[in-house]
Every structure is written in structure tokens, then in C-alpha cells.
């Protein structure tokens, strides 16, 4: 099934996708020992402009940092620009995604009493840019959940609200963001649309849901967590849901050992979760193949370009901090499979 009013915008995001690095091109970067010598080899590719652009005001790390946001922000305005209006709504729900990892990370720096910039953040949308911006403005802990709040996020922070005026309880916070978005997921399903387009929402709902069991695991109980959950959980979320414990629930998941291994000497979710960010690209990368003029080309893009973007800044910051091997087992090499 095709849809010709998605001809044009196609056209031009598989154009995008030759943009996207090359297997020689990450086999470089990972040559490379210095974070001078990435930012003068990724100055070679698409990323040129944005780099130029940020060498105006930054320099070594935030230099990276801010031309690899600059990138995926013009990436984003090029695809609200070619797709038909009929997708736009589709990917407004899309983004969103981005936007509650950016409200995340400026909620963890507050609850913790640390400085957050803009630079950290991926600003997806110009409404993300000035909710976060709102958010980083609020003096202390009470006024920033009372903007979040006020603001699409409310209907699922006010369950928890009040547990949530301590700082200290900010995983609800972020529970909560989950869900929220998790919600808006499960209504685009709900909607017709082609099937590539479907099988890569209900991935990403899967891992949205996948993520939400491990982490209330060792905190409630299955029936409870089964509540956090919006839409109808896959059987793969439904088998995590019936293991005893953590530990075992992580088995189930069929990560590789190296991935493994990091998680149980470090004690470390966040192993797991970008062990599974990198089987879901993996598999997106072949939905993205084969989707032929529907939104699953947009969606599929989209992701693929942001698993680039997250695996140059995780490289940069290896680099950077001299810690490049832990981040190895999550690198993914290539994304687009191309090999020149």
C-alpha cells in the first residue's frame, strides 16, 4: 500500500539517508584517539555547517556537543518541510519522544541541584525549546513540577503529584513522562495506518514498555507495573512481566554477553537500555528498507538519525573522558549497512 502524497517527502529523506555515515566513515572515527581528530574527520561529512556554525562560540567537547544538536535540529526542519500535512500531526506525537528526554534531563539536573544547559538538550521543537526553557527558569523543585503540571504532561504526574514534591522521588517524575507519551503512542496505533508504519510504533511502544518493567521491577509488583502500561503489551513485555525478579527478566531479553557483563559488574540498568536501543535501530533499519511511501519512511529516518547522533556524542565523550571501550558494546558501527 503507497501513498503518493508522501512521494516527494520520500524522495528527499532517502536522499537524507545517503547522508548518513558510512561503514569506512565509523571505522575511522573509532581509529581515531583524540576528540580534535573526530571533529576534523566528522567536518568532512554532513555535519560540515553545523560544526562551522558552532566553532563560532564553543570549542573541544561543547564544540561537538552543540554542532551535533544544531544538525539534528535542521534535520528536523527538513522534514516538517517535505512531508505532506496529513503526516505532521503523526509526527508532532513523534517527537515528542525527544522532547520528554529533554524535560528528563533538565528534571534530573534540578532534582540534583545541578546547572543544565541548553546544549545538553536535543530540541526537537520550538515548543520543546521554550518548555525546557520555562522549566530551567524555575528556582526550586515545587515551580518546575507546577509548569510540568500545567502543561500536557499533567493529566499523568497527577496520580503521583504529591509523593512527587520530594526531589528525591524523581524517578515518578520520569515514570510519568513515560507514560505520557507511552499514551500518545497507543493512540497513533489506534488509528489507520500503513503496517510498516505500525510495526515500528509497536516496537518503539515495546521498548518504551520493556523499560518501564525493569525499572519498577524490584519496586512493585507485576500486576501493579501491568498499570504503568498504556496499550496492549506485546508477549515479549508480557513474558517480563511474569519473571520472578530482575536479574531474571533481564535473561529474557537475549542481550549479548558483553552488554550483559557490563550490567551485572556495574549494577547498571542504563547497560540494558542501550543494549536494547541498539537491537530496536537494528530493526528499524530493516522496516525503514522496506517502507515505500507512507509515514514508516519518516519514522524509520527519524530514528536512524538519531541513533547517529547518539552514537557520535557517546563516542565523543568516550573519547573525551578516556573511557572510549565501555561505550564499544553499544556502538552500533554502521547505520545505514552501506559500506563505502
Same mark, same amino acid.
Given at each position: 500500500?503507497?501513498?503518493?502524497?508522501?512521494?516527494?517527502?520520500?524522495?528527499?529523506?532517502?536522499?537524507?539517508?545517503?547522508?548518513?555515515?558510512?561503514?569506512?566513515?565509523?571505522?575511522?572515527?573509532?581509529?581515531?584517539?583524540?576528540?580534535?581528530?573526530?571533529?576534523?574527520?566528522?567536518?568532512?561529512?554532513?555535519?560540515?555547517?553545523?560544526?562551522?556554525?558552532?566553532?563560532?562560540?564553543?570549542?573541544?567537547?561543547?564544540?561537538?556537543?552543540?554542532?551535533?544538536?544544531?544538525?539534528?535540529?535542521?534535520?528536523?526542519?527538513?522534514?516538517?518541510?517535505?512531508?505532506?500535512?496529513?503526516?505532521?500531526?503523526?509526527?508532532?506525537?513523534?517527537?515528542?519522544?525527544?522532547?520528554?528526554?529533554?524535560?528528563?534531563?533538565?528534571?534530573?539536573?534540578?532534582?540534583?541541584?545541578?546547572?543544565?544547559?541548553?546544549?545538553?538538550?536535543?530540541?526537537?521543537?520550538?515548543?520543546?525549546?521554550?518548555?525546557?526553557?520555562?522549566?530551567?527558569?524555575?528556582?526550586?523543585?515545587?515551580?518546575?513540577? /507546577?509548569?510540568?503540571?500545567?502543561?500536557?504532561?499533567? %493529566?499523568?504526574?497527577?496520580?503521583?503529584?504529591?509523593?512527587?514534591? %520530594?526531589?528525591?522521588?524523581?524517578?515518578?517524575?520520569?515514570?510519568?513522562?513515560?507514560?505520557?507519551?507511552?499514551?500518545?503512542?497507543?493512540?497513533?496505533?489506534?488509528?489507520?495506518?500503513?503496517?510498516?508504519?505500525?510495526?515500528?510504533?509497536?516496537?518503539?511502544?515495546?521498548?518504551?514498555?520493556?523499560?518501564?518493567?525493569?525499572?519498577?521491577?524490584?519496586?512493585?509488583?507485576?500486576?501493579?507495573?501491568?498499570?504503568?502500561?498504556?496499550?496492549?503489551?506485546?508477549?515479549?513485555?508480557?513474558?517480563?512481566?511474569?519473571?520472578?525478579?530482575? %536479574?531474571?527478566?533481564?535473561?529474557?531479553?537475549?542481550?549479548?554477553?558483553?552488554?550483559?557483563?557490563?550490567?551485572?559488574?556495574?549494577?547498571?540498568?542504563?547497560?540494558?537500555?542501550?543494549?536494547?536501543?541498539?537491537?530496536?535501530?537494528?530493526?528499524?533499519?530493516?522496516?525503514?528498507?522496506?517502507?515505500?511511501?507512507?509515514?514508516?519512511?519518516?519514522?524509520?529516518?527519524?530514528?536512524?538519525?538519531?541513533?547517529?547522533?547518539? /552514537?557520535?556524542?557517546?563516542?565523543?565523550?568516550?573519547?573525551?573522558?578516556?573511557?572510549?571501550?565501555?561505550?564499544?558494546?553499544?556502538?552500533?558501527?554502521?547505520?545505514?549497512?552501506?559500506?563505502?
Amino acid at each position: 500500500m503507497v501513498d503518493l502524497e508522501y512521494g516527494y517527502g520520500c524522495t528527499r529523506i532517502k536522499a537524507l539517508e545517503t547522508r548518513l555515515l558510512t561503514r569506512k566513515q565509523w571505522a575511522d572515527l573509532f581509529s581515531v584517539f583524540s576528540l580534535p581528530e573526530m571533529t576534523v574527520m566528522l567536518q568532512e561529512t554532513s555535519y560540515k555547517d553545523a560544526l562551522i556554525r558552532a566553532s563560532q562560540k564553543h570549542a573541544g567537547i561543547e564544540l561537538l556537543m552543540v554542532g551535533l544538536a544544531d544538525n539534528w535540529v535542521q534535520t528536523l526542519r527538513t522534514i516538517e518541510r517535505i512531508i505532506p500535512d496529513k503526516a505532521k500531526s503523526a509526527l508532532d506525537v513523534l517527537l515528542r519522544e525527544w522532547e520528554v528526554q529533554d524535560v528528563k534531563t533538565v528534571c534530573a539536573k534540578k532534582a540534583l541541584g545541578q546547572i543544565v544547559s541548553m546544549d545538553e538538550l536535543s530540541v526537537a521543537t520550538e515548543s520543546s525549546r521554550k518548555l525546557c526553557e520555562k522549566l530551567m527558569e524555575q528556582k526550586d523543585w515545587a515551580s518546575l513540577l /507546577n509548569v510540568l503540571k500545567s502543561s500536557w504532561y499533567g %493529566d499523568a504526574l497527577r496520580a503521583d503529584f504529591t509523593r512527587m514534591q %520530594d526531589p528525591a522521588e524523581f524517578r515518578l517524575v520520569s515514570q510519568a513522562l513515560d507514560r505520557a507519551y507511552a499514551q500518545q503512542v497507543s493512540e497513533v496505533l489506534k488509528a489507520k495506518a500503513h503496517p510498516n508504519t505500525r510495526a515500528l510504533l509497536r516496537l518503539r511502544q515495546e521498548f518504551l514498555h520493556t523499560m518501564i518493567v525493569l525499572r519498577l521491577k524490584p519496586i512493585a509488583s507485576s500486576a501493579d507495573i501491568e498499570k504503568e502500561l498504556f496499550g496492549t503489551p506485546s508477549q515479549k513485555v508480557r513474558d517480563l512481566l511474569g519473571a520472578a525478579n530482575l %536479574d531474571e527478566a533481564v535473561r529474557l531479553l537475549g542481550l549479548p554477553d558483553s552488554v550483559l557483563a557490563i550490567y551485572h559488574e556495574k549494577n547498571a540498568l542504563s547497560a540494558i537500555e542501550l543494549g536494547l536501543e541498539k537491537q530496536f535501530v537494528q530493526t528499524a533499519l530493516k522496516k525503514f528498507r522496506a517502507s515505500v511511501l507512507n509515514f514508516g519512511v519518516v519514522i524509520g529516518f527519524l530514528y536512524l538519525k538519531s541513533a547517529e547522533i547518539a /552514537n557520535l556524542k557517546r563516542l565523543a565523550l568516550g573519547k573525551y573522558f578516556g573511557v572510549e571501550d565501555q561505550f564499544r558494546p553499544f556502538l552500533l558501527q554502521e547505520i545505514t549497512g552501506a559500506s563505502s
